[in-house]
């Protein structure tokens, strides 16, 4: 949201509106950063970096793997809508230097702050994620730890994520943006916190959402990668 009080990261409830709203001109998608987790994998503990991404990240991303699969649409539940699956994504340097590079690495555990997760894939050694300073150790489904995503994932909530969007062909970086801000009031509508205080409601309601290019390196509430 574009307000001075926000930071660059829309609830999930947002996030999903907005996949709904915007899905003739943009596949929308969303991630975390690399959150320091306790891991454990191959007999060894430590600590970790790992990404939550929605379950067509890696579609979106264009990202084929190098052993097993990646992440699909299945992997990652939506709000009110059951699990997400137990399963990761090792990063190729985290297979080759925690995992000896094992070929046969794909149904193996990875142990993340306590949760099982049974390793699908890996990545290309190509591949390292959207942040260019570091790559996280593994990737998981938003939720990867929870019964369920509670519908209260709200602005204040520790439920928000960067927004990304791969726009459809034919389509340009400004119609798109004129798309976001003619659909973004009533996302805003749709996704009112239900027990937020009249101060909360001004502010919640004085947010904008802006569209950047990934290629400028900055990151904004909607990203687009062209």
């Known amino acids: 949201p574009d307000h001075p009080d926000e930071n660059d990261t829309l609830p999930l409830?947002?996030?999903?509106?907005?996949?709904?709203?915007?899905?003739?001109?943009?596949?929308?998608?969303?991630?975390?950063?690399?959150?320091l987790r306790n891991i454990e994998g191959d007999g060894a503990q430590y600590q970790g970096s790992?990404?939550?991404?929605?379950?067509?990240?890696?579609?979106?991303?264009?990202?084929?793997?190098?052993?097993g699969r990646l992440l699909d649409a299945h992997d990652a539940a939506t709000i009110n809508a059951g699990a997400s699956a137990r399963v990761a994504v090792l990063d190729y340097r985290t297979w080759k230097t925690r995992f000896g590079?094992?070929?046969?690495?794909?149904?193996?555990?990875?142990?993340?702050d306590g949760t099982p997760l049974t390793i699908v894939g890996v990545t290309p050694e190509t591949f390292s994620g959207l942040n260019v300073s570091y790559a996280p150790d593994a990737t998981v489904p938003i939720g990867f730890d929870l019964p369920r995503i509670p519908d209260h994932a709200t602005p204040t909530s520790p439920?928000?994520?960067?927004?990304?969007?791969?726009?459809?062909?034919?389509?340009?970086?400004?119609?798109?943006?004129?798309?976001?801000?003619?659909?973004?009031?009533?996302?805003?509508?749709?996704t009112e916190p239900a027990a937020a205080s009249p101060a909360q409601r001004t502010r919640f309601f004085a947010t904008r959402a802006h569209l950047e290019s990934l290629r400028t390196g900055v990151i904004g509430s909607v990203t687009t990668i062209q």
């Open 50 to 67: 790992v990404n939550e991404v929605s379950g067509n990240f890696f579609a979106v991303m264009g990202v084929k793997p190098l052993l």
């Open 13 to 35: 409830t947002q996030f999903e509106d907005l996949q709904r709203r915007l899905a003739d001109v943009a596949d929308v998608f969303a991630w975390r950063d690399a959150l």
């Open 101 to 112: 590079g094992d070929p046969n690495v794909v149904g193996r555990t990875l142990v993340v």
């Open 159 to 190: 439920f928000t994520y960067f927004v990304g969007a791969r726009l459809k062909d034919g389509v340009r970086q400004a119609d798109a943006a004129a798309r976001l801000d003619a659909v973004w009031p009533a996302v805003r509508q749709n």
